[in-house]
Structure formats: C-alpha cells, structure tokens
C-alpha cells in the first residue's frame, strides 16, 4: 500500500515536472520577446540575446507609439468594439429567431447558415476586395468593420443551442404577462444566457484583433491601418532593429493577455464549449 | 391568420440583419468568386470574358502544384505533432487542481495571440544575428532562409502555438468522462498506459475527431505565420496556398487566377471534412 502511494506522488512529481517544463516552453518565446522589447539598442548590440535588460527602457514604445503604432492600436480597439457589439447584437436576434420562432424556410436557411462556416475566408477575400473598390471604400473604417458587423454563423449557431435549453414556460409566463419579443430577448433570454454571451464575447475580441488577412488587403494605408497590418509593415521598416520590433509585437500581443488573465474562466469555458458542440 | 402573418414577419425581422451579413458577405462573394475565375483582369482595366483560360492555366501551373504538395507536407508535419502533444498534456493535466488551472492558462496564452506578432517573434528567435536560438546554441544557423529548415521552421512555430489549445480541448473531453466509467477501468486493473490507450482514447474519439478535423482545416489555410516568417521563401519552400492565392491576386495582379485557387481551397476543404465526417462516424457508434 505505502509503495503504491510512494510510487502516485513519484508519477504526481514528475508529470507536474514535465508540465511546468512544457509551460516554461510556452512562454519563453514571449517572455523574451518582452525583455527584448525593454533593452537599450545598445545593450541589444553589444550583449548576448538572452541576457536580461539592464536599464529597463520604454524609449522603445515611445518610438514605435510615435512612428504611428499610437493610432493603430486606437484604429484596432474602436474596430474590434465596433464588430463585437455588432456580431453579438445581430446573432442574438437571428439565434432566436432559429431557436424560438417557425417559420417558412426555417430549416433551409438553418442550412445555408451552417454551410457558410465552412467557407475559408481566402475564399472571399478577393470579391471582398473587388466589391468595397468598386464602392470606393478601401482604405476606410467602414471595409474593416463592415464584413463582420452583422453578425457570424458560428456565434448564431452556438447561440441557438443555448436557447433552445431555456424552459418555454418561462417565456410563455412573460407572453401572458404582455412582453413582446424584444421584451423577452432583453429581460428573460439575455439575461439567462450570460455565460455564453461572454464566451462568444471572448471569442470575437480574440479573433478581431487579430484578424489580418482582410484588413491587410482592405486597409493597408496609414490611416486604416489595424495593430496586425502596422506589426507586418514594422518589420519591414525597422530592418533587424529587433528591439523596436519586438515593442511592437508586445503592444499587439500584451492587452488580449491582459484581457485573458481577467477573464480566464470565460475563455477556458470558451475552449471547452467550442470543442464539445 | 393574421396572427400567423405576424409571426413570420417578426421571424425575418430579427432574421433580417444577419440575412444582409450572409448575403452581402458569404454568399455573394462566393458568386463572385466563380464569376471572376472565367475573367481576365489586371484589377485596374476592364474585365475580360475567357472562359476556362484560368482554369486550365492553374490546373497546369506547377508553381501552384508545388504550393498544394508545401501546404499537405505542412500540414502532415504539424497535425500529429500537435495533437500527440496535447493529448499528452492534458493526460497529465486533467484532474490537477489549483496548479492545474494555472497551467492551464499558461499553455492557453500562444492561443490568444496574433498569429502575425508570434510570426514576427519567432523571426527575430530564428534570426541567424540577434536572435535567440543562435545565442541558445552558440552557432549561427540560417534557419528561415534556408531550403531545408524553413518549412519545419514554420511547422515548429505552429505547433508551438497550438499545443496548448489542443490540449485545452483534451481536458474538457476528459472531464466530460463520467468518474464511474474512469473507476470501473480503476478497479479492473487500467493503469498509467493502458488506462490511457484502452479507456481514454477509445473515450475521447469525439475530441480526437474535432481536434483532428480543425487542426487540418487551419493547418491548410495557413497565412498570417508564414507572411511574417517567410512570405514564402526562400524561392518558394514555404510557399503556402493561401501564401499563393494572396501573391497571385495581389503581387501578380491576376485575381481570376486567385479566384480559381479559392475555389481549389474550398473543395480540398470540403472534401477533407466529408472524409474525416464519414471516417469518425463509422466509427463512434456507441455512446457513454
């Protein structure tokens, strides 16, 4: 008995080895990519690459901040505000529509819907392109925004399931007491449904500021450009000066980490939902 | 009836928004698409009506050949690795408290990260001066420019990205397993890798279906990586299709071209997802 329980806590120790090793493996890349945005150039040229910083300097982020990056981030935050909101509001009415409501042609568009989850967006990116030129509107917020803004199959699709889960007596009881549909989205449906509306929530925001093939051709332009665009053109511009360079993928990576770390719980669940539905 | 009326019409009022979304945005543009792959443009003059010339000319095109034999060796490189990887992880992860979630967020953390500034991170690790993996090794190594390492290069940047969120979904399969039929594998003697072989992988064939099915379709249409790596050099070893299509419609100037190879894109995608369906299906019969 002793020995079996000796040998679990020996099994324990080292799987909790190789996992802390593993997870130093995960974020050396990204821990180092910060250090180095933090270094003198000085320090960068004439030091080894792993040596830690010293003095730690922001002269870095105020150059990247100035050299445009400033309005990029700015550009990045009001589009992915602008397309979250957008996604979740359309989906919800649209999800409820699906989950709540029967219709002519439920089934069929149910159909549709799904079948344009598996379209890649390389796929549309050029009649993409082809329509907002000949609309004359690259290079402007309204080709970031509008593609994504009205809402996304996937975020209709999650969302209906969880309708569907809601006891109809609840919303047949605010039926009887008067509420129409809107009445019942915002005061029954919404409110039942928070756990999934912060994981799609989480999902957007990640995918968003992430984004980068669309923006890339849609908005390449300094005034347009989004966080991702600018980092790709950085590199370019700032040839091997990898201190400059690595402040700049710190800005792009730093604030969804900061974002994840207050909301874990949702974006662990996130993950969890998305591969079990 | 008039009631009934009204209740159709409130259905597509709040269908509405979303109806403009799918249409102006999915569905149109894949009309287009087809369309466009019959024209010849430049994407300045007019277009050109010519029939299958594109079709004939990508089909033919060993440039593009090439990139599809680049992408399948990409992806052949990377899928298994990261899902053998991750379904480790999580086998030693699962059932871990308080340490556990911790960990957990720490192999979450590539998963949030723009795949263009991790590109760009791992070209300054990669850089032959300067760059971490030389000042790791002592010796200066060329890896993204040369023939042979570039594309493990990139496989490897992958796979660091997402070994941690396949495993994250490992996990939640894991814990759906109900304890009872973890304990009877307990009683009946299951340890260590033959509880992992015979009661947990036949257990987590959903999860492996999902991980496996998403794995290849990213995988497939890796863009925002190698632009920052590579931009798919050198001389094209890491010349990715998506990498193809965007240079093509873009660099090239011949979107009817791109637009062929977006409609290749699409049905390798489809065809691998209706094999992978009908693979799993056969054999996830049973329930727990």
């Known amino acids: 008995m002793s020995t079996e329980l000796r040998g679990g806590a020996v099994r324990s120790g080292i799987a909790y080895l190789v996992l802390i090793a593993g997870a130093l493996l995960t974020v050396a890349p990204l821990v180092s990519s910060a250090a180095t945005a933090v270094k003198t150039p000085g320090q960068f040229a004439n030091e080894s690459a792993l040596t830690p910083p010293h003095p730690v300097t922001l002269g870095n982020f105020r150059t990247v901040l100035d050299q445009g990056l400033g309005r990029a981030v700015a550009v990045t935050a009001l589009m992915t505000v602008c397309i979250t909101c957008g996604q979740l509001l359309i989906s919800i009415l649209a999800a409820y529509a699906f989950a709540r409501t029967s219709f002519p042609g439920r089934e069929t568009l149910f159909w549709v819907y799904l079948g344009t989850m598996m379209v890649p967006s390389a796929v549309t990116l050029i009649p993409l392109y082809l329509m907002f030129a000949k609309l004359g509107w690259l290079n402007t917020f309204w080709a970031l925004a509008l593609p994504f803004l009205f809402g996304s199959p996937y975020a209709i699709f999650l969302l209906r399931q969880y309708f569907r889960a809601i006891p109809g007596e609840l919303i047949d009881a605010a039926r009887m007491d008067g509420a129409n549909t809107l009445d019942i989205l915002v005061h029954v449906v919404v409110p039942m449904s928070r756990p999934i509306l912060a994981t799609l929530t989480v999902i957007t925001v990640v995918s968003q500021w992430n984004s980068f093939m669309w923006p890339l051709v849609a908005a390449s332009g300094a005034k347009w450009q989004v966080l991702t665009v600018a980092t790709a053109n950085m590199q370019t511009r700032y040839n091997s000066q990898w201190p400059l360079i690595m402040a700049t993928t710190t800005l792009a990576i730093a604030p969804l980490v900061v974002l994840f770390v207050v909301s874990q719980r949702q974006v662990l669940r996130s993950i969890a939902w998305t591969g079990l539905k | ?288």
């Open chain 2, 1 to 288: 009836m008039d009631r009934t009326v009204r209740r159709i019409a409130t259905s597509y009022a709040l269908l509405l928004p979303s109806l403009i979304g799918v249409g102006c945005f999915l569905l149109l543009p894949i009309a287009v698409v087809l369309w466009l792959s019959l024209h010849s443009w430049n994407l300045l003059g007019p277009m050109k009506f010519t029939g299958l010339d594109n079709w004939r000319a990508v089909l033919g095109d060993r440039q593009f050949g090439h990139s599809l034999v680049v992408t399948v060796v990409l992806t052949a490189m990377v899928v298994p690795v990261q899902t053998a990887l991750g379904f480790g992880v999580a086998a030693l992860l699962a059932g871990r408290g308080r340490g556990g979630t911790v960990l957990r967020v720490v192999y979450a953390l590539p998963w949030m990260c723009a795949p263009v500034a991790v590109g760009v991170v791992w070209q300054w690790i990669f850089a032959p001066t300067g760059g971490a993996l030389s000042a790791l090794l002592g010796r200066r190594i060329e890896w993204l420019s040369s023939p042979v390492l570039a594309l493990p290069g990139v496989a490897a940047v992958l796979i660091w990205m997402n070994v941690g969120y396949v495993a994250l979904f490992f996990v939640a399969g894991i814990r759906a397993i109900p304890g009872e039929v973890l304990d009877a594998g307990a009683l009946d003697g299951a340890t260590g890798w033959r509880r992992t072989r015979w009661l947990l992988l036949p257990l987590l064939r959903p999860t492996m279906f999902f991980v496996l099915a998403t794995g290849v379709l990213t995988a497939f249409q890796t863009f925002d990586t190698v632009y920052a790596l590579t931009r798919g050099g050198p001389d094209h070893h890491t010349d990715v299709v998506a990498m193809r299509l965007y240079s093509e419609a873009f660099d090239a100037a011949r979107p009817g071209r791109a637009a062929v190879m977006a409609v290749v894109v699409f049905a390798v995608m489809f065809v691998i997802t209706f094999a992978q369906h009908r693979y799993f299906r056969d054999r996830t019969s049973y329930e727990y």
